[in-house]
């Protein structure tokens, strides 16, 4: 399975450092989505490109035009990242958040998946990791755009998880163009 992902790629650090593209910020202070860095770090990706950048680009939603200066964090180039994603047989499977049956099994309310407040995602999350041992993440729906699926991958899958490709981010690529006319950003 191919996962896209953003981020301001350190071109000094190794694959699995700060600032390289697999590397799981255990160390940070845990405000995402599912993070619960006491527990496990979390890579957070999308199954299609033009969503990962949307991300990457939310917080400036209506702020007018894309600028070059949106696609820098703390003076690096936003990449985008292709990284092949695979599984052994039977195991490693990602628990689908956007599964009515499971929701059901596991007693949960799409409202709780997709809410904003992260003690609720974040508890989520950590109960999910423990009782799906084997589990290599979560899928589930952005909250952006409901038909774009998000990918975030527990620690557990860094062994399984290989850079396939990555390019810088400019204004004038199709998945930027495309990420900032769905934001607004035109």
């Not at 396939?164 to 981010?169: K, S, V």
Request: aromatic residues 6%.
């Amino acid at each position: 399975m191919i996962v896209w992902r953003v981020l301001p790629l350190d071109p000094a650090a190794a694959s699995l450092e700060p600032g390289g593209p697999l590397w799981f910020p255990r160390a940070l202070p845990g405000v995402g989505r599912h993070d619960n860095p006491d527990r496990y770090g979390c890579l957070y990706a999308t199954l299609h490109p033009v969503a990962a950048v949307a991300e990457a680009l939310a917080p400036f939603r209506g702020s007018g035009q894309l600028t070059d200066a949106m696609l820098m964090r703390g003076g690096r180039r936003l990449v985008l990242c292709s990284l092949e994603l695979g599984a052994a047989d039977g195991d490693g499977a990602l628990v689908d958040l956007d599964d009515s049956r499971l929701l059901a099994v596991e007693r949960l309310r799409p409202s709780q998946v997709a809410t904003r407040t992260r003690e609720v995602t974040q508890a989520l999350a950590l109960r999910l990791h423990d009782k799906h041992s084997d589990a290599l993440g979560l899928r589930w729906w952005s909250t952006l755009e409901a038909s774009w699926i998000n990918v975030t991958l527990f620690d557990r899958a860094a062994a399984r998880l290989a850079l396939d490709r990555f390019e810088p981010l400019a204004p004038s690529d199709a998945n930027t163009l495309a990420a900032a006319s769905f934001l607004g950003l035109g």
